[in-house]
């Protein structure tokens, strides 16, 4: 399922508090594990748009970093949109991109996964994952002004084949943290073998250096319980 966060999910949203959901493990969904490799940082179990552009070129992007502005615990992960300066081609707009996962894909910069449809399209990163959550919960922070823009969705797999996905539209603007839960929609009733999940900062054209998007407690209830709901609207 996609969602736009100003029209679907979060104007009919659900806060969620109280009462416990059953949890499928999600390795590092705190971001409280981070590691260096090649001079770029990252969290333990994620692939970051820094590691994806050192793989191909010796370039820092620095659009993905660990931040001790985090929901709970010391950290939590902040995505920039960053412009790269890249020579004899100019300069580029380079969204940050966060996706669950261990192998580093070989994509180009210029072309990293912005939106649902481009990880159905690339199909970078995935663990192994047999469970049927229910839905996609995690904090969540967006600094700049509210014409900035990110995605994060989910999409879990049978042997190639998408049996349940999930996604929504980000806005800048939110300077607190705030909960969202994204019911998954499944098409299919078999248990999946993939699990990919991706957090993308910088959907628009122009980057801004004041805009960034914090992420932090990323987990994936098997039940939802709300307690109590609220309508609200992102600024």
Do not use: C
């Not at 449809?117 to 996609?136: K, N």
């Amino acid at each position: 399922m996609k969602a736009s966060l100003l029209s679907l999910l979060v104007l009919s949203g659900l806060w969620w508090s109280g009462t416990a959901a059953a949890q499928s493990t999600l390795a590092n969904g705190t971001f409280e594990a981070w590691v260096t490799a090649s001079n770029v940082e990252a969290p333990t179990q994620w692939i970051t748009s820094d590691e994806i552009g050192a793989a191909i070129l010796p370039l820092a992007i620095n659009g993905v970093s660990k931040s001790t502005e985090a929901h709970a615990g010391q950290f939590a992960a902040r995505l920039m949109f960053k412009s790269l300066s890249i020579p004899l081609v100019g300069t580029i707009p380079v969204p940050a991109v966060l996706l669950l996962g261990t192998e580093t894909p070989l994509i180009n910069p210029n072309n990293l996964p912005r939106t649902q449809e481009d990880i159905l399209r690339l199909r970078p990163g995935g663990i192994p994952f047999t469970a049927r959550p229910t839905s996609m919960q995690f904090w969540f922070k967006y600094t700049g002004a509210s014409t900035e823009t990110g995605q994060v969705g989910l999409v879990l797999s049978k042997s190639g084949q998408i049996i349940g996905q999930t996604s929504i539209q980000l806005t800048g603007g939110v300077p607190d943290y705030r909960q969202i839960n994204l019911p998954i929609t499944y098409t299919a009733t078999t248990a999946p073998d993939t699990l990919r999940i991706f957090f993308v900062a910088g959907t628009g054209a122009t980057p801004s250096p004041t805009a960034a998007l914090f992420v932090d407690d990323v987990t994936l209830p098997s039940r939802s319980l709300p307690t109590e709901t609220h309508n609200w609207t992102l600024l």
